[in-house]
């Protein structure tokens, strides 16, 4: 899956959707698209990516506590 990192504009590739839907998880690991070469796996905050067409993350991907109100 690609999302994007909302500071930079850049394509992300997802390496592991599991971690990514986990919420326990504040970090995915992705390798960053540059042209026709893919990026070294680095790990990065759930909080700095969105999907391609700029919508944020699903809250349930990012906060383990998203179904308890306060």
Same mark, same amino acid.
């Given at each position: %899956?690609?999302? &994007?990192?909302?500071?930079?504009?850049?394509?992300?590739? !997802? %390496?592991?959707?599991? @971690?990514l839907?986990?919420?326990?998880?504040?970090? !995915?690991?992705? &390798?960053?698209?540059?042209? @026709?070469?893919?990026? #070294?796996?680095?790990?990065?905050?759930?909080?700095?990516?969105?999907?391609?067409s700029? #919508?944020?993350?699903?809250?349930c991907?990012?906060?383990?506590?998203? &179904? !308890?109100?306060?």
């Open positions: %899956m690609y999302l &994007r990192n909302a500071k930079s504009s850049d394509l992300a590739h !997802v %390496m592991e959707l599991s @971690e839907t986990d919420p326990n998880s504040a970090t !995915v690991r992705v &390798r960053f698209h540059a042209g @026709e070469e893919a990026g #070294e796996p680095v790990s990065i905050q759930k909080s700095e990516l969105s999907f391609a700029g #919508e944020a993350l699903p809250k991907w990012l906060d383990p506590h998203y &179904r !308890v109100s306060f």
